[in-house]
C-alpha cells in the first residue's frame, strides 16, 4: 500500500490554483488555534475547503489492485454507458477500480502490530463499561428517518468479506485478507462495490442483479416492488459460494442484513422511484428496450440518492451554519443551486459549480477506507423501540397485534424469521411507517448509548454490536482515537479529561476502562469528545466526512466527466435537479401530504399531525 503525493505537494493544485497550498496551510492554523467552527462562516468555510485540500493530499493511500487487474474501461455490453452490477468498468484508469471484492483504501497509517497483541482491554468489557445503553438517550435534531436512511446508504457502500469457515472472537467469522497482501500488511476487501451505486437496492451481483428486476422488465425496464421486492431480497440472506475463483469460500453479504422496518420503507420507495423514471424515459424515448431503460433509470435514481444524501441528509446530521454551506456547495458549488439550475456550470473546477459535471480528480486510485468504514459505525442511532401512529390523525395505532410501540427486534428481520419486517410493515402501512419514524428520535452518539438490540449471527450467537465495533476496528487495523488525530494533524488528548471534553464523570469512567490515554480505541474517542454546534457527530468523526463525502463523487465519472445529457438524457438531468426527499415521499406516498406540511427537511422530527 502506497501513498502518492504525501511528502511533496500534487503536482497540480487541487482546488484553488496557485492559491490551494497556502489555503491549506493557514486553514491547519486558523482550526488549530480557534476551531472551523467558531470562525464567522464566510471564513469557516474557506477554512474548511483548505482542511479538504490538506486531508487530499495526506491523507490518500494508494491500496493497490490485484496482480489480475485489467486496465482500461470495462468492454460494455450495450452501446451506452451504465453501471455495472459488480462496479467493474467504471474508471478509465483500470477495470477494477471500486469493483466489488477489491480492497479497502486508507486514510492513515495502520495501526502497529505491538498494539494488536491483547494487552488491552477486550471489546466485551469496553462495550459493557463504556458503550452499552443504560436509559435511552434521544438525539433530537433528527429522526428515525434519518437513522433508517443512513443503514440504506451504508449498504450500498460497503461490506467486509468474511472467511466462511471460521469463527473468531463474540461468535464473529474472521475477516478475509486478499492473498496478494503482503501478510505483515494484510489488505481486506469489500463485497460491496466501493462506488455511490445504490447496489443495496441494484445487487452487487447478477444473480441478485436479474432477481430484483420485475417479470416484465425485459420490456419495461421496472424493477420489483413491495412485497414482491422484500420477499426476493430476503432470499438472498446467507448463501455462501465461491469468490473470485481463487478457492475461497465466502458468505455472501446479505443484500439487507438486519431488515427492519425503516429500511425496507426506503427500499420500496427508491425502487418506485425506478419505476417512475422508467415510465417517463419510455415517454421520451419510446423505441428503448427494457435493458436501456433499467440501466438508464438506475443511473438517475443512484444520483437522486446521492443528492438527497448530500445536500439534504448531511445537513441534518451536521447542521452548523459553516457546514450547510458547504455541503451544498459541494453539489451546487459556492454560486448556488439557482445560478447553475439557470446559467449552468462556470468552468470545469468543483468549487464555483459544484462537483457533478466537474473534471475527474483522483488522487489515488479510488477505494472506500478503513477510517471512513469506522466513523460510520454509528449504532447508537437504533431505537430500543418505536411507537406507530397513522398519519391521517397522529393516534397511536393500539389495534397492531401487541401494541402501538414494538421492541426493535420486532419490526426486525431474525435468522429464524426471515418475513418478520416484511410482514410488520404490511401490518403497519407504508405511510403510517414513514410517519411515525418521522416523528420519532434515533438514539444520541455518545457514551452509554448502544443499542440493547442483539441480532442474532448465523451460528445462534447474539452480538453485542458495541463489541463488534471495537473489535473490528482493531482488526483492521485502525489507529486509535489519538493515534487517529495525529494522523488528520489534529491535537491529541492529553488527558482523559480533554478526550471527553470536559466531562469529569466520563473521563473517569473511560480511565478505569484504559491505563493510558493513548489506548483508547476510536469508537470510545468519537463517541466521548467534542461535537461542534449543530453536530450529531464528533468534530474528529467529521474529518473523515469532510475528506471523503466530496471523493465519492469526484473519482466517479458518473458524477464528473460523465455527468451530462449525453450520458443521462436531458429527462434524465431534470429528474435529478427537481429531486427532493419531500417529494419522493409526496409522489411515492401520497397519503402523507397533510403531514410534510411545514417539513423543510424530511430527516429532521416532522410537527405532529392532530
Known amino acids: 500500500m502506497q501513498r502518492r503525493r504525501s511528502e511533496a505537494p500534487p503536482a497540480r493544485p487541487i482546488l484553488l490554483g496557485a492559491a490551494g497550498p497556502a489555503l491549506a496551510w493557514v486553514a491547519e492554523h486558523l482550526d488549530r488555534r480557534f476551531g472551523w467552527d467558531r470562525l464567522p462562516p464566510a471564513?469557516?468555510?474557506?477554512?474548511?475547503?483548505?482542511?479538504?485540500?490538506?486531508?487530499?493530499?495526506?491523507?490518500?493511500?494508494?491500496?493497490?489492485?490485484?496482480?489480475?487487474?485489467?486496465?482500461?474501461?470495462?468492454?460494455?455490453?450495450?452501446?451506452?454507458?451504465?453501471?455495472?452490477?459488480?462496479?467493474?468498468?467504471?474508471?478509465?484508469?483500470?477495470?477494477?477500480?471500486?469493483?466489488?471484492?477489491?480492497?479497502?483504501?486508507?486514510?492513515?497509517?495502520?495501526?502497529?502490530?505491538?498494539?494488536?497483541?491483547?494487552?488491552?482491554?477486550?471489546?466485551?468489557?469496553?462495550?459493557?463499561?463504556?458503550?452499552?445503553?443504560?436509559?435511552?438517550?434521544?438525539?433530537?435534531?433528527?429522526?428515525?428517518l434519518a437513522a433508517a436512511w443512513l443503514q440504506f446508504e451504508v449498504h450500498d457502500w460497503f461490506t467486509h468479506q468474511v472467511q466462511a469457515d471460521g469463527e473468531g472472537p463474540l461468535g464473529l467469522a474472521p475477516l478475509l485478507h486478499d492473498p496478494d497482501s503482503p501478510a505483515s500488511l494484510p489488505m481486506f476487501l469489500s463485497d460491496q462495490t466501493h462506488w455511490w451505486d445504490a447496489s443495496q437496492l441494484y445487487g452487487a451481483n447478477e444473480r441478485f442483479a436479474a432477481a430484483v428486476r420485475s417479470e416484465d422488465s425485459a420490456v419495461t425496464g421496472e424493477v420489483k416492488v413491495d412485497d414482491d421486492l422484500l420477499r426476493t431480497m430476503t432470499e438472498f440472506v446467507d448463501r455462501t459460494e465461491p469468490h473470485s475463483g481463487r478457492g475461497h469460500a465466502k458468505r455472501t453479504p446479505d443484500p439487507v442484513p438486519n431488515l427492519w422496518i425503516g429500511l425496507a420503507l426506503f427500499h420500496v420507495v427508491f425502487a418506485r422511484e425506478h419505476n417512475a423514471i422508467c415510465d417517463r424515459l419510455r415517454v421520451a424515448n419510446p423505441g428503448w428496450e427494457g435493458d436501456r431503460l433499467y440501466a438508464q433509470a438506475r443511473l438517475i435514481n443512484v444520483a437522486v440518492m446521492a443528492k438527497i444524501h448530500t445536500v439534504e441528509w448531511t445537513p441534518a446530521l451536521i447542521a452548523h451554519p459553516t457546514t450547510i454551506r458547504a455541503i451544498r456547495a459541494s453539489w451546487w458549488g459556492v454560486l448556488g443551486e439557482r445560478f447553475r439550475r439557470r446559467f449552468g456550470r462556470l468552468g470545469a473546477g468543483e468549487v464555483l459549480s459544484g462537483i457533478p459535471g466537474s473534471r475527474l480528480d483522483d488522487e489515488v486510485p479510488y477505494a472506500i477506507t478503513e477510517e471512513f468504514v469506522a466513523v460510520y459505525r454509528l449504532h447508537p442511532l437504533i431505537p430500543d423501540e418505536v411507537t406507530f401512529h397513522r398519519a391521517a390523525d397522529g393516534a397511536p395505532m393500539d389495534d397492531l397485534e401487541g401494541g402501538a410501540t414494538m421492541a426493535f427486534e420486532q419490526i426486525a428481520v431474525s435468522r429464524d424469521d426471515k418475513g418478520r419486517a416484511r410482514r410488520r410493515l404490511e401490518e403497519v402501512g407504508l405511510e403510517n411507517a414513514c410517519y411515525s419514524l418521522a416523528i420519532a428520535h434515533p438514539g444520541a452518539l455518545t457514551l452509554h448509548n448502544h443499542p440493547q438490540f442483539r441480532p442474532l449471527l448465523p451460528s445462534g450467537v447474539p452480538l453485542d454490536l458495541g463489541a463488534a465495533d471495537i473489535l473490528r476496528c482493531r482488526e483492521t487495523g485502525v489507529p486509535r482515537y489519538n493515534e487517529f488525530r495525529r494522523s488528520l494533524r489534529m491535537a491529541p488528548a492529553s488527558s482523559f479529561r480533554s478526550l471527553a471534553d470536559g466531562d469529569a464523570t466520563a473521563a473517569r469512567e473511560i480511565e478505569k476502562v484504559y491505563e493510558n490515554v493513548e489506548d483508547v480505541d476510536l469508537i470510545v474517542g468519537?463517541?466521548?469528545?467534542?461535537?461542534?454546534?449543530?453536530?450529531?457527530?464528533?468534530?474528529?468523526?467529521?474529518?473523515?466526512?469532510?475528506?471523503?463525502?466530496?471523493?465519492?463523487?469526484?473519482?466517479?465519472?458518473?458524477?464528473?466527466?460523465d455527468y451530462r445529457e449525453a450520458v443521462y438524457t436531458r429527462e434524465g438531468l431534470d429528474w435529478i435537479d427537481d429531486a427532493t426527499m419531500a417529494g419522493i415521499l409526496r409522489r411515492r406516498l401520497p397519503a402523507l401530504e397533510p403531514a410534510l406540511r411545514g417539513v423543510e427537511n424530511p430527516f429532521q422530527p416532522w410537527p405532529r399531525v392532530g
Open 526 to 561: 468519537v463517541m466521548a469528545d467534542r461535537k461542534p454546534a449543530g453536530f450529531a457527530i464528533s468534530d474528529t468523526a467529521f474529518r473523515i466526512f469532510l475528506l471523503m463525502a466530496a471523493r465519492r463523487l469526484r473519482s466517479d465519472p458518473f458524477f464528473t466527466t
Open 43 to 144: 471564513l469557516g468555510l474557506l477554512t474548511l475547503i483548505g482542511l479538504r485540500q490538506r486531508l487530499r493530499e495526506r491523507n490518500l493511500y494508494d491500496p493497490g489492485l490485484p496482480a489480475h487487474a485489467g486496465e482500461g474501461r470495462h468492454p460494455q455490453s450495450a452501446p451506452w454507458l451504465q453501471r455495472t452490477a459488480d462496479g467493474s468498468g467504471v474508471h478509465p484508469e483500470s477495470a477494477l477500480i471500486g469493483a466489488a471484492g477489491t480492497r479497502f483504501g486508507r486514510n492513515a497509517p495502520v495501526l502497529p502490530e505491538r498494539d494488536l497483541a491483547g494487552s488491552l482491554p477486550s471489546p466485551e468489557a469496553v462495550s459493557e463499561a463504556l458503550l452499552a445503553r443504560g436509559q435511552f438517550r434521544p438525539a433530537e435534531s433528527l429522526n428515525l
